[in-house]
């Protein structure tokens, strides 16, 4: 078998643009969340995504009623709208609207409102007239609104009556985002509703930022590692798919090294996915550590080694040349088998950063041959 070839800076120049693109490309997804002072706001935004991203600060003032969270590395904007009290709403409402609207109009989909939380505490037991304006404010923008009980009781006897209240709101869903004792009970409630409204909301986050929405969540709730392990696996396909097309003419053995771009973009895309930060020397660290540090020699020695074994009647292709289904396969092999490796990780380790010396060991672990 001719050796593989060494790296060459062409080659090089390929990868780091791979982990530039899967870097770039995650996108930006921003979620208006609107209610009234102590309903709980930003509890639940810290339960559902990664960073306690509502404990970095005070916020950057975008009006006077409203303030922007975000952080470096982080795909997600928060937008919290307060002013919804009786007193406050009808001079907030022109700063809302204005909002709104310049959001909906910017050419740049990362700076559209993609979905609102409208949060009313459950014990309220009422709406009032400025929440379910509002709510009809922003479904006429097109912005699908979820309506959030929040510090919510079990089968609340609300929730129907609030769908009733609020007949724009795409979804009404309670939640109770932080465990709560109940002392005549003499117990302690757990949380409840975050994996409904993570799923809820995945619903209506637009394709293009799906992997932006993905990367944010936080691995405590099961639901957000179920959304994580889906967009992981979109990329995968797309990847053995792109793995496929380009050596649809057999290519040699040798020149492996033709698909690394494609893998490598893949690798770094899942770890983008399950929330490695969006920084290209953090990604090409993860990738890096994972796949070898000559990323270029990665396809021809050790991974199409490992994986050929796995294709039934693939093992010829190592005197000869790689076809269209075996790259295709063996990219499909390497994309899984990091999905799964990350997946064990995030179970055993909810709500902590990728540890990529533990994850390099069990993908080494994985494909060993």
Not at 56 to 80: M, N, W, Y
Not at 341 to 360: A, E, R, S
Request: glycine share 8%; net charge positive.
């Amino acid at each position: 078998m001719t050796p593989p070839r060494q790296d060459t800076p062409q080659l090089q120049d390929a990868i780091a643009d791979a982990i530039s693109t899967a870097t770039r490309g995650a996108g930006r997804v921003n979620i208006l969340v609107a209610g009234k002072t102590g309903v709980g706001k930003s509890t639940l935004i810290n339960a559902v995504f990664r960073g306690d991203l509502a404990r970095t600060g005070a916020g950057k003032p975008v009006t006077q009623t409203t303030q922007e969270f975000s952080r470096p590395g982080h795909p997600l904007t928060i937008i919290d709208t307060r002013g919804l009290e009786v007193g406050d709403y009808a001079r907030s409402r022109q700063q809302l609207a204005d909002l709104i609207r310049e959001r909906a109009a910017a050419e740049d989909q990362d700076r559209h409102l993609h979905v609102a939380w409208l949060c009313i505490q459950d014990s309220s037991h009422r709406v009032e007239d400025a929440e379910v304006e509002l709510s009809a404010l922003l479904a006429d923008a097109g912005i699908p609104v979820i309506g959030v009980l929040t510090k919510a009781r079990k089968n609340s006897p609300f929730l129907e009556q609030a769908r009733a209240l609020l007949p724009r709101a795409r979804q009404m869903v309670a939640v109770r985002a932080l465990p709560e004792h109940i002392e005549e009970l003499g117990a302690d409630l757990p949380p409840m509703g975050l994996d409904a409204l993570i799923e809820a909301t995945a619903r209506y986050i637009p394709e293009s930022q799906q992997r932006a929405y993905a990367n944010a969540l936080s691995t405590r709730n099961l639901k957000a590692l179920e959304v994580k392990k889906k967009r992981a696996e979109i990329e995968v396909n797309v990847a053995a798919g792109l793995a496929a097309s380009a050596a649809a003419a057999p290519i040699p053995f040798s020149d492996a090294v033709a698909l690394v771009p494609i893998q490598v973009g893949m690798i770094a895309k899942i770890g983008i996915t399950f929330g490695m930060e969006l920084n290209t020397a953090a990604i090409s660290t993860l990738v890096t550590s994972s796949l070898g540090a000559s990323a270029a020699t990665l396809v021809g020695r050790s991974v199409v080694s490992s994986l050929l074994k796995f294709i039934p009647g693939a093992g010829s292709a190592v005197g000869g040349t790689i076809a269209a289904t075996t790259a295709g396969a063996i990219t499909k092999l390497l994309g899984n088998a990091y999905i799964a490796v990350l997946y064990d990780f995030c179970q055993k380790h909810p709500g902590q950063d990728l540890d990529i010396p533990m994850i390099t060991q069990a993908l080494k672990q994985r494909l060993k041959p």
